[in-house]
């Protein structure tokens, strides 16, 4: 079926054709892309019909003609970051910065480098799970990446091993308003070895005022009776959009705790993946969404129970004011033969304003016997009551709602270890600050 010519996908093609033999890889990833690149061109973008892109329509996006982004100029403090103080690689608009990285300090048996490392030799032993999968997802954007990303991050953990200091991905990216319409495509790539445990913090950051199209695709993958503590944090721009697929697989005793925090202001999409595919495989997939002035916030997930003896559980909160929009999809999908599965979802949003937006959907299929499951989604208003209780006990109005808003994102939070905590409290006090309402630790101070 052919389709009229669209700005967006003739540009993604024009920046394939640009790419070196280097950036393609070896001949099974570059028959990969070229692959991608013509179901991408096949079947274009999702029309406004899409069920799954109903939140998040895509014409606007589809005049854009994005080229390839260049690596910034500048100091660490430019970018916003400090001096690495542990293992760290830092890729800017796509590209890993040595210089703002730390590889060393890892142990025997973790390796932490950059996609393009890989890539650049064909002999490498981290290529073969790299080849394995860069797959092709029926995701558009996740087809653009598979044909463009030509930098990433791979983080291999061989099995026994445990590693308990974090291991920070930090993406920057930076568009200038006079630099035209940029993009940037990048992949991570974990493998978790059996019986190893890792915890891995990423961050993205955004700087500027110009428009930039982000793809990024994370492939995670857990051995037998492997752990993985991931926190993910997103802070782009006001006109950065960014198109993220996260895939998790989890074999059998595996357990992998996440918390992904959406705090930018820009249009995030980010489509969340999760396998139990080994008997006793368990996760606990966390969120918030913090909508603030016209941020577009959708996140889908889906999780599938293959086997039995499985368990996921998912505490999201929402909170949306100004002129945010926020979307969630929970899919929770409990396959036959997986009995004796236990499954948890719960999404609750606050409006904070009459022009946000807020649209939930908890979906639960169950397939299987004897299984425990739960979902619920709720969208409401502060409590009046607790506004008044706090009111009464000398709290001023500004700092009240600010204590309930910030209890009321921080609930995801309590699973994490005390370091971790602290980083992502940081980052949702931030963005609850700079909308100007206060924060808990105004109030902590006062």
């Not at 480098?113 to 290529?127: K, M, T, V, W, Y």
Request: hydrophobic content about 40%; proline content about 4%.
């Amino acid at each position: 079926m052919s389709h009229p010519p669209v700005p967006l996908i003739d540009a993604l093609v024009a920046q394939h054709a640009a790419m070196d033999a280097a950036s393609r890889g070896s001949a099974a990833l570059a028959a990969a892309r070229e692959g991608a690149l013509s179901s991408l061109r096949a079947d274009g973008l999702p029309g406004p019909r899409s069920e799954s892109w109903r939140y998040t329509p895509l014409r606007a996006l589809a005049r854009h003609a994005p080229r390839a982004i260049a690596a910034p100029h500048g100091s660490l403090q430019d970018l916003g970051l400090d001096e690495a103080s542990s293992p760290r690689i830092v890729l800017i608009n796509g590209r890993v910065d040595p210089g703002a990285s730390r590889l060393s300090g890892l142990p025997e048996g973790v390796r932490l480098l950059p996609l393009s490392a890989a890539l650049g030799d064909l002999h490498a032993r981290e290529l073969s799970p790299l080849e394995r999968r860069w797959s092709d997802p029926a995701d558009w954007y996740a087809r653009a990446n598979t044909a463009l990303a030509a930098d990433g991050c791979l983080l291999l953990v061989e099995d026994g091993v445990c590693f308990e200091e974090p291991i920070e991905c930090v993406h920057v990216l930076t568009s200038a308003a006079d630099a035209g319409e940029t993009s940037s495509h990048t992949r991570l790539l974990v493998e978790v070895g059996a019986g190893a445990s890792v915890c891995l913090r990423e961050r993205w950051l955004g700087r500027g005022d110009g428009k930039l199209l982000a793809t990024h695709v994370s492939q995670i993958h857990l051995r037998a009776r492997a752990q993985l503590r991931h926190a993910r944090v997103q802070q782009l721009a006001a006109r950065q959009h960014l198109f993220a697929r996260s895939d998790v697989a989890l074999a059998s005793g595996a357990t992998c705790t996440r918390l992904d925090l959406e705090l930018g202001v820009g249009l995030s999409r980010h489509d969340l993946h999760i396998d139990l595919q080994g008997h006793g495989a368990s996760v606990g997939a966390d969120g918030v969404q913090l909508g603030r002035e016209g941020a577009h916030l959708d996140t889908r997930i889906s999780l599938q129970h293959q086997v039995g003896e499985t368990t996921c559980s998912m505490v999201w909160r929402g909170l949306a004011r100004d002129r945010s929009k926020l979307a969630f999809h929970g899919g929770i999908h409990i396959r036959e033969g997986a009995d004796g599965s236990a499954a948890e979802l719960s999404n609750k949003n606050l409006l904070l304003s009459e022009q946000a937006e807020v649209n939930t959907q908890p979906v639960l299929e169950i397939d299987a016997d004897e299984v425990k499951a739960a979902h619920g989604a709720t969208v409401g208003r502060l409590d009046p009551l607790a506004l008044f209780y706090l009111r009464s006990r000398g709290l001023p109005s500004e700092q009240a709602r600010a204590l309930l808003t910030e209890a009321f994102c921080m609930e995801p939070l309590r699973a994490w270890d005390e370091s971790t905590r602290a980083m992502l409290r940081d980052a949702v006090r931030g963005s609850l600050g700079e909308h100007g309402g206060g924060s808990l630790s105004q109030v902590e101070s006062a």
